[in-house]
């Protein structure tokens, strides 16, 4: 009997990123205009598009198997699944999402329990009013939808809980961070009776092992160059990898063959230097994956 493990991917600013991370990861997976269900060359995997905001609360149901959302709504749903690993999209950001408490310009508060009988607006309400039970601090949470920055100069808040990458529009607004109350990125979740299965969990487990090598393949690139044997020490001590280089004889010569791996933006800085030590025929070639 053939098995299927259903998959749902972010829809929204994670779609695109994650549809090319899993072609370069060996799955080619196409999305058609205003179908929720994009195909899947894998005969064992079903897709469906899911708001990462509804994702964790979609697989505790056993709806799907497993998905991938940011970690700030996986905690504000407070779902019980298991969370395989995290997603760092670099090519997205390189920095994690932070919730960050936020007041005025003119308040007085400078802690979380200075907000003591506030109102505080943010779209994480769960997670946020779980923040404040847990210190004991008595505050009325609502819900914003949209534009929350605006809420407190208006004075229509006392605070909000807010997500920041940068900080920029929050000093551009002149506000202030009281704290971080959480930093997320995104991450593989799964329902734990598919994780219990073990089919599913191989299948997960296979599915996450190649999607985080083509994440740690994300600005590297493969170098090899041909060098005079006599060179070949200097070369080393200036040439970056993961591990060692590999260096090979080449056939009835003193030359020999040298290949790394590197940041591609160190290329442009180690190219003249390598070519100053009398390499030739360098070759750059770009990577889908790193194991």
Known sequence: MSR????????GSLEGATIDLFKRAGWTITAKSRNYFPSCDDDEMSCSLVRPQEMSRVLERGVLDVGIAGRDWVRENDSDIVEVGEMVYSKVSRRPARWV?????????NKPEDLEGATISTELVGFTKRFFAERNINVDVEFSWGATEAKILKGLCDAIVEVTETGSTIKA????????????????IANKEAWEDPWKRTK????YTLLQSALRAEGMVGLKMNAPGD?????IEILPSLNQPTVAHLYKSDWVSV????????VRKIVPRLMDLGAQGLVEYPLNKII
């Open 4 to 11: 299927e493990l259903k998959f749902g991917l972010p829809k």
């Open 101 to 109: 408490l936020v007041v005025g310009p003119d308040s007085t508060v």
């Open 173 to 188: 607004n002149n506000l202030k961070i009281v704290d971080t109350l959480m930093e997320s990125v995104p991450v593989l």
């Open 204 to 207: 997960i487990e296979q599915i």
């Open 231 to 235: 060179k070949v020490d200097a070369i």
């Open 259 to 266: 290949e790394t791996i590197l940041r591609e933006d160190e």
